[in-house]
C-alpha cells in the first residue's frame, strides 16, 4: 500500500447521507485519484487531480465531488444524489498523471443502507 | 470503447502447480500494460509493467508476455503459493492519455494446499 492511507476502513451510513472517505499520502506526488470498484467489474474512475487546487471529473463522477487543498489529501465525498454508493473505493497517486505508475491505498468498503 | 477482457473469471490450483491468467484489449492507442495483484480487502499492488517494445516481463515467479499485434497478454504463475491466492488485474493505458486507465475484472486465484 505504499505510503497512501485511506480511513476508515470500513463505513455505514444510512440512505440520503453524504459521506466523505479520506485519502491522504506522504509519496510527494502531484498527481491523485479515486476509483470505484464493484464486483465482476473493473476499476472506474470517479475523479483525478493532477495538481492542488485542481481536479477533473472521471468516467463516473455524477453523485460525487472532491476537493484538493493540500498536495497530501484528496478527500472524496459520496452524496445522497449517487443512485449506487455501496462499493470499495481506492485512492491512488503517482508522480504526475503521465506516464507514470499509480500506487493504490487500501481502500475503503462504503455500505449504505 | 477501449475494453480490457480477461480469463478465466476464476481457477482454482493446488500449492506448487503452474497457472496461466489472460488478458485481451482493444486500448488504442497503446501506452503500456501493467499487471497488478490485489488482495481480498486491499488495494492492487503492480505486479509488471510492459511497453509496446517488450514481449516478457519477470518479477520472482510472476512472467508476464504481450503480443502488440494481437493485442493480447497473459500472466505465468510458477510453483505456486498458498500466497498466491488473490485476484489479478490486467491494466492498460491508453497512447495518448497515460492516465487513463482501462481496467479488467481480475482473474480470481485460489490455491489450494
Known amino acids: 500500500d505504499g505510503g497512501i492511507t485511506q480511513s476508515p476502513k470500513y463505513l455505514f451510513r444510512k440512505e440520503g447521507q453524504n459521506v466523505t472517505l479520506s485519502c491522504e499520502q506522504n509519496l510527494n506526488h502531484d498527481a491523485m485519484y479515486w476509483y470505484r470498484q464493484d464486483p465482476g467489474q473493473g476499476l472506474r474512475l470517479i475523479y483525478y487531480?493532477?495538481?492542488?487546487?485542481?481536479?477533473q471529473k472521471g468516467d463516473i463522477a455524477e453523485g460525487y465531488s472532491v476537493s484538493r487543498e493540500k498536495k497530501e489529501s484528496f478527500p472524496l465525498t459520496v452524496t445522497s444524489a449517487q443512485k449506487n454508493p455501496t462499493a470499495f473505493y481506492l485512492c491512488?497517486?503517482?508522480?504526475?498523471?503521465?506516464?507514470?505508475?499509480?500506487?493504490f491505498g487500501p481502500g475503503t468498503r462504503l455500505t449504505v443502507t | 470503447k477501449n475494453q480490457v477482457e480477461q480469463s478465466p473469471q476464476s481457477l482454482i490450483i493446488l500449492e506448487g502447480k503452474n497457472c496461466t491468467l489472460q488478458?485481451?484489449?482493444?486500448?488504442?492507442?497503446?501506452?503500456?500494460l501493467r499487471w497488478y495483484k490485489q488482495d481480498t480487502g486491499r488495494g492492487p499492488v503492480s505486479l509488471t509493467i510492459?511497453?509496446?517494445?517488450?514481449n516478457t516481463k519477470s518479477n520472482g515467479r510472476y512472467t508476464a508476455t504481450l503480443d502488440a499485434d494481437t493485442k493480447q497478454s497473459s500472466l505465468h504463475i510458477t510453483a505456486s503459493q498458498l500466497s498466491d491466492s488473490a485476484s489479478y488485474i490486467c491494466?492498460?493505458?491508453?497512447?495518448?492519455?497515460?492516465?487513463?486507465?482501462?481496467f479488467g475484472a481480475g482473474t480470481t486465484v485460489t490455491v489450494r494446499a
Open positions: 491494466v492498460v493505458s491508453e497512447g495518448t492519455n497515460d492516465y487513463k486507465l482501462s
Open positions: 510492459m511497453t509496446f517494445s517488450e
Open positions: 491512488a497517486s503517482s508522480i504526475r498523471t503521465s506516464g507514470n505508475e499509480q500506487y
Open positions: 488478458c485481451n484489449y482493444t486500448v488504442s492507442p497503446f501506452s503500456n
Open positions: 487531480s493532477q495538481i492542488v487546487n485542481d481536479f
